[in-house]
Structure formats: C-alpha cells, structure tokens
C-alpha cells in the first residue's frame, strides 16, 4: 500500500517517483481528454441564439451578435447555469422532490364570476 500511493521522502528509493504529486498527474491529464467537451458545450450552447438570429434576421447579424456574445464571456453564465441546474437536479434525485404542506385550506371548488351581475 504504501508504495502504490503518493512519494514520499523515506520511500524514494523503492518507488519511481515523478516530480508532479499523483493528483497534478491526473488533473493534467483529464483536463487533456476533456478540454474539447468544454469547447463543445459553448458552441452547442450559442447555436440556439445563432439559429434564431439568422431566421429572423440574417447570417452576418447572427454571426456579430454571436460573436459580441462570446468576447464579453457570457458563456461563462451559461457554465455556471449548467452547474447550478445540475447541482439542483443531483439534489432532488438524491434527496427526493418538495412534498405537500397541508395548510389546512381546502380547494377553491365553487365558481365566482369576475364581473358583477347587475
């Protein structure tokens, strides 16, 4: 156990011990085969925008709304939307849904008209 796990200085000459500590490692390299999903989903999240601009306008007015969009990094909004609707989602599949607070009020069942009757 002890040589499968992070380096440490009494152990180093029984392990092949890198410079990056094993956590570095495996950011470095998850971020490496998923840094194009990032890329996708920002893309993926603009084209509802770009589409709609573009039948109702036209291409070069999507394109520079589209584009006005992306330098003032409002993407970012939509990462952090996509976290906070996800968190939330997780939550209430973990956790269950709301339940019913009974009040103690019963349901409107008689019909009031609007205007009076004169």
Request: charged fraction near 20%; charge should be positive; glycine fraction near 8%.
């Amino acid at each position: 156990i002890i040589l499968s796990s992070d380096c440490e200085g009494a152990y180093r000459a029984f392990e092949n011990c890198p410079e990056q500590p094993a956590a570095a490692t495996m950011a470095t390299l998850l971020g490496t085969w998923f840094s194009w999903l990032m890329v996708m989903f920002l893309l993926i999240t603009s084209f509802p925008l770009l589409f709609e601009l573009w039948m109702e306008r036209n291409l070069r007015d999507a394109l520079r709304r589209v584009g006005k969009q992306f330098l003032t990094l409002s993407p970012l909004h939509f990462i952090f939307q996509a976290k906070i609707i996800g968190y939330y989602v997780m939550n209430e599949l973990r956790y269950g849904g709301a339940q019913y607070v009974a009040t103690g009020r019963g349901l409107p069942t008689e019909r009031r008209s609007t205007w009076p009757r004169g």
